[in-house]
């Protein structure tokens, strides 16, 4: 038994080792680009051994301790939405971080690991999957989504409505009111644009100024006019299958380290390395995918299911935005992005996800 869940929790850590020495790699690159990124390999490297310890830590701890106290971490975890948009750090026009000394931690990452444990409590718990279940989860995520598109993030709120999705496909919900919720935000934001494109000085009466120019710096991605996309395709164009080496020097690209890491890595790698990126990162999903539907607790899928959703998207979202094929929304890529607070919620996420696969829990 043991040797089993040694060989399942070997398939999932070791893309991860990968992609972790890949992250060390592309630091260690970064800092021959700008001095701003002088530190953050010293910085990753200890965010890496914090977060192997919280997934130790996390992956001991009996689930069900775990979802009988997700209620009151998901409100601390509203709290905490709530306080950072008062005393919150604004960094790149977003009031989404607090400071702590030279550290600082982003509360809506963290919450994510909340989020699907409460809410994939609530399901379990439900007897009924009918509107009742579906309004309940529909409310429970909007509220946080609500603060985090007050700090504003755009990037992380479309994270936690697939997380949403990926929970009410696992729930007893039934198909007709999830199709008919994906219809109506279809339908809203269709309208949302519309108005947007031909009645832009209604759009900003009903949204204000700053959201307008919000739509309009995500949509720069459509004629190559934002600087980071600009110079992020110019260095890929320059990498070549091999790459320019790691201590070469490249093309500045803002937020290479986080929001463009996978640039970043084609940089220092080559072509070879992004499509090896691309394979790990499907390799991570077809395992999740797997477990999907291998576990019998309806409970499980919908930790699993929320999980899978969620990375899909940001590992997807990440590459596209990457590449200019779509809109620029801040979004990190797991494992292989600079930063504490991604790193340390999929590390989590990771622990809920060897323990439901190594059957480690005796919550039914």
């Known amino acids: 038994m043991k040797n089993k869940c040694l060989r399942k929790n070997i398939a999932f850590l070791l893309p991860l080792f990968i992609l972790l020495s890949i ?10 680009i700008s001095g701003l990124y002088s530190r953050n390999l010293t910085r990753q490297f200890l965010w890496i051994v914090i977060g192997f310890a919280i997934l130790y830590t996390t992956y001991k701890i009996d689930l069900s301790f775990l979802l009988k106290w997700s209620g009151l971490f998901y409100i601390l975890g509203v709290l905490s939405l709530i306080l950072v948009l008062f005393f919150g750090k604004n960094i790149n ?34 007897r009924k999957g009918g509107a009742v279940l579906a309004i309940k989860i529909i409310l429970l995520t909007f509220v946080p989504c609500i603060l985090i598109f007050l700090e504003p993030d755009t990037g992380v709120v479309l994270m936690y409505l697939l997380m949403m999705f990926g929970l009410l496909t696992s729930s007893k919900v039934p198909k007709k009111y999830i199709v008919l919720l994906i219809a ?52 890929i164009g320059s990498s070549g299958l091999l790459g320019m080496g790691l ?14 890491v996978f640039d970043l890595t084609i940089c220092n790698f080559g072509l070879l390395a992004g499509v090896l990126v691309i394979l790990i990162y499907a390799v991570l999903l077809g395992l999740i995918y797997r477990e999907i539907h291998r576990s019998k607790k309806r409970l499980h899928r919908c930790i699993l299911s929320g999980i899978f959703y969620m990375m899909l998207f940001q590992v ?49």
């Open 93 to 126: 026009g977003a009031t989404s971080w607090f400071r702590i000394g030279p550290f600082s931690f982003q509360p809506s990452e963290l919450f994510k690991f909340f989020y699907i444990l409460y809410l994939s409590k609530v399901i379990g718990d439900s």
């Open 316 to 364: 997807g979202e990440h590459i596209l935005m990457n590449l200019g094929l779509t809109p620029i929304t801040g979004i990190t890529l797991p494992f292989l992005s600079y930063g504490g607070s991604s790193l340390i919620s999929y590390f989590m996420l990771f622990a809920l996800i060897m323990k439901i696969t190594t059957n480690n829990s005796s919550y039914s």
């Open 23 to 32: 992250s060390l790699l592309d630091m260690y690159g970064a800092s021959f």
């Open 184 to 235: 109506t935000g279809i339908a809203f934001i269709g309208g949302f644009f519309v108005l947007y494109f031909l009645n832009g000085d209604l759009f900003l009466k009903l949204f204000g100024t700053s959201f307008f120019y919000r739509i309009d710096r995500l949509l720069s991605f459509k004629d190559a006019s934002s600087y980071q996309i600009s110079n992020a395709l110019i260095g």
């Open 247 to 260: 201590t070469s020097s490249k093309i500045y690209i803002p937020e290479a380290t986080t929001d463009f």
